[in-house]
Each structure stands twice: as structure tokens, then as C-alpha cells.
């Protein structure tokens, strides 16, 4: 079974930085991108940061230099470091993670998603 267990959302004022961290359970035979995702009220779900297994990475055009994504492939576990946060930065983030399960082809994944709220 899989899961992907997000933390280190919650409030936050303007200007200021939050760490965000999903580790996936062990189910996974290979993972190949992770990645970070946000829905805010009213809107679609958009990218936020994505990163390969080799540390390639790529950012939503809103990020800005602000954000940064990073991995720890030993733990599964990927870390979004969000800095200079606004109101704007205000969204439910959600956990991705495209990889293969033992007997299963390669599919996304996503986790429960975790609050950020950017107080101005």
C-alpha cells in the first residue's frame, strides 16, 4: 500500500519561509520524479516544483527563484523550501510522486495534501 506522508504546512506571515516534506513508504521498486503541487480555492491544481531521481529540477513560473526542491533518494523523501512567502503562496500542497510498484507500471501518485496560509 502506498503512502505518501506530507508535513510542514500551516501558517505563516508574509515574507516569511516554511519547509514542506513528503516521504513515500517502501512500496515503491523505483521512483522517478517528485514533486509538489497546489490547489487554491477556486483554482486548478498547478505545479509547483518537480525533481528526477538524478536531481534535475523545474519550478512553476511563479516561484521565482523563492522556492526550492530537494530529495533525499536513501529516504524517498522530497523537501520544498518555500521562502519570501504571500498571500498568494496560499494553497493546499500536494505530494507527487510518479514511480513503479512491484507488478505494477509506472503511475502518479499523491498525498493527502497539507495547508499553507500566508497571513499579509
Known amino acids: 500500500q502506498v503512502q505518501l506522508v506530507e508535513s510542514g504546512g500551516g501558517l505563516v506571515q508574509a515574507g516569511g519561509s516554511l519547509r514542506l516534506s513528503c516521504a513515500a513508504s517502501r512500496s515503491f521498486v523505483t521512483i522517478n520524479v517528485m514533486g509538489w503541487y497546489r490547489q487554491a480555492p477556486g483554482k486548478q491544481r498547478e505545479l509547483v516544483a518537480t525533481?528526477?531521481?538524478?536531481?534535475?529540477?523545474g519550478y512553476g513560473d511563479f516561484v521565482k527563484g523563492r522556492f526550492t526542491i530537494s530529495r533525499d533518494n536513501a529516504k524517498d523523501t522530497v523537501y520544498l523550501q518555500m521562502n519570501s512567502l504571500n498571500s498568494e503562496d496560499t494553497a493546499d500542497y500536494y505530494c507527487n510522486v510518479r514511480g513503479r510498484l512491484l507488478g505494477v507500471g509506472v503511475k502518479d501518485y499523491w498525498g493527502q495534501g497539507t495547508q499553507v496560509t500566508v497571513s499579509s
Open positions: 525533481i528526477t531521481s538524478g536531481g534535475s529540477t
